[in-house]
């Protein structure tokens, strides 16, 4: 599976983007999705989770009632919107697949990655 994520860029405060990820896979309903991110110096966090039948969604404490996480399986593309920006929200974010459900928190429980997309909010 070869995932490409895209949508990053610079942001004022209080902004908005939408980060997308596609995926090369014709199975894509299959695989659970995930956004990371990895600010400099820092280990790669989570943010987002979300099942396969998007029937489930998971969120990091600190993104949660301001990021939402959706997936359009007929397009093999996971969006990720992020509302509410904050300076503490810049990193390089990236978007991976998991062949597992549940409680996706960690980066060893999927097996493919794509290649990140900086964002960046200015205070």
């Known amino acids: 599976v070869q995932l490409q994520a895209s949508g990053g860029g610079l942001v004022q405060a209080g902004g908005s983007l939408r980060l997308s990820c596609a995926a090369s896979?014709?199975?894509?309903?299959?695989?659970?999705m995930g956004w990371f991110r990895q600010a400099p110096g820092k280990e790669r966090q989570f943010v987002a989770s979300?099942?396969?039948?998007?029937?489930?969604?998971r969120y990091a404490e600190s993104v949660k009632g301001r990021f939402t996480l959706s997936r359009n399986n007929a397009k093999n593309t996971a969006y990720l919107q992020m509302n509410i920006l904050k300076p503490e929200d810049t990193a390089v974010y990236y978007c991976a697949a998991s062949f597992l459900g549940g409680n996706l928190d960690y980066p060893n429980m999927y097996a493919y990655w794509g290649q990140g997309t900086q964002v960046t909010v200015s205070s």
């Open positions: 896979a014709s199975t894509f309903s299959s695989y659970s």
């Open positions: 979300i099942s396969g039948s998007a029937d489930s969604t």
